[in-house]
């Protein structure tokens, strides 16, 4: 997690760490068994463009191109940083531009800025959260999504381990949200917002991975306006079930303990494996027939997350899976479309009580429109406390993109829709940086910007 802003992002028993806004949670235990179709092969450690692992959706980006055409591995020579955007527990991130091949710095035309994230090896070991940085470095590397973070870059220098990825220049969506009247989105924003990190998670899903750590701070905005989820470091990496399911079979939650879909297994697939994803050729699915791949058998025993996104089976210090993901997106949309959580405390222990005790309430008694009643009743269906009866605990998104909030959507093409509001590119001019004798010693509070 990074520090930015002002909200409590995590919790655990592992430790506390600062993040952006909120506080999160981490104590690792996992449990978890199943199959797919699907296969992985992590890319070589390597930065040499030679073996740098290809991202398809980003082959005509100029920043990816400009560091496939470096003939040599890339260094930490090869960046400028300009200035600090973000800091955290487990790392601090720069934004830095590639320095021109005749060395040339101040040439400004068409420069490519980047994010870096630079970990202190010795004192995340110190800290014992060695194992959440590798997380983090493992599924930036395995995943190539258009609302997630592209890699372009890993070294060494010194005690220090560094990652180059995608820059946003729009900032995040709880910055993006507070400079709006009330601290909310119109229902319009909020349902596209919402559409596209639901498609971030199916695809996170897929691959067996479950975010545990979704909230505004971690939503960024891109240069066009659509989103890229970050910090990978509380996920859990597990397996997945992809299977062909009929959409009529009963979802009646009494049936839950028994295997209620006919399905169609496949393979072994788990993101704990070390194959990269190849796409094969798919076979026409019959019409209303559903592909689901959800990672149902995941389980962990550890308290992680943010205090006022947090699930009841977590706060209560019970083990969880895939379904906390749909409880987070459901506070998620919330918060956007209401301007504040529903369970929040005045402390952190409170907003606990409330996530497990409360019962879910709105502003008002009732809604104000069509679409805003859709919203209630989408929240109402992800926020249902327990986890075998929250929506998408079962077949994931396959479930949640069937909801009428998201009627008239084209998911599968909700990049070609324009977003709500679209960050004037800017220039960052700014004073050389000097680095100091530990990158990780300044913990002051930015404002929420961009970082991973």
Known sequence: METGGGRDSGMSSETINSSTQRTSMSNESVCSTSFSRLSFDLPPPSSSPETLFVKPHRSSDFAYSAILRRKSALTFRD????????????????????????????????PCFYAMKVVDKEAVALKKKAQRAEMERKILKMVDHPFLPTLYAEFEASNFSCIVMEYCSGGDLHSLQHNHPNNRFSLSSARFYAAEVLVALEYLHMLGIIYRDLKPENVLVRSDGHIMLSDFDLSLCSDAIPAVESPDCSLDPAFAPALRYT???????????????????????QPNRLFVAEPVGARSCSFVGTHEYVSPEVASGNSHGNAVDWWSFGIFIYEMVYGRTPFAGSSNEATLRSI??????????????????????????????????????????????????????????????????????????????????????????LTAFDYF
Request: hydrophobic share 30%; net charge positive; proline share 8%.
């Open 79 to 110: 960046f400028h940083l300009l200035r600090r955007i973000g800091a955290g527990d487990i790392g601090t991130v720069y934004l830095c531009r590639l320095r021109h091949d005749a060395g040339d710095e101040d040439d400004d035309e068409d």
């Open 356 to 445: 497990i005790k409360k019962p879910l309430a709105f502003p008002t008694s009732t809604p104000s429109s069509t679409l805003e009643m859709h919203a209630r009743d989408l929240i109402s269906g992800l926020l249902n406390k327990d986890p075998n009866r929250r929506l998408g605990s079962k077949r994931g998104s396959a479930d949640v993109k069937k909801h009428p909030f998201f009627a008239g959507l084209n998911l599968a093409l909700i990049r070609t829709v324009t977003p709500p509001e679209v960050p004037s590119l800017r220039r960052h001019k700014t004073t050389p940086f000097y680095y100091p004798a530990n990158v990780n010693n300044s913990r002051q509070q």
């Open 263 to 285: 399905r169609q297994y496949s393979t072994p697939f788990s993101c704990l494996s070390n194959r990269v994803f190849r796409s094969r050729k798919v076979q026409t699915l």
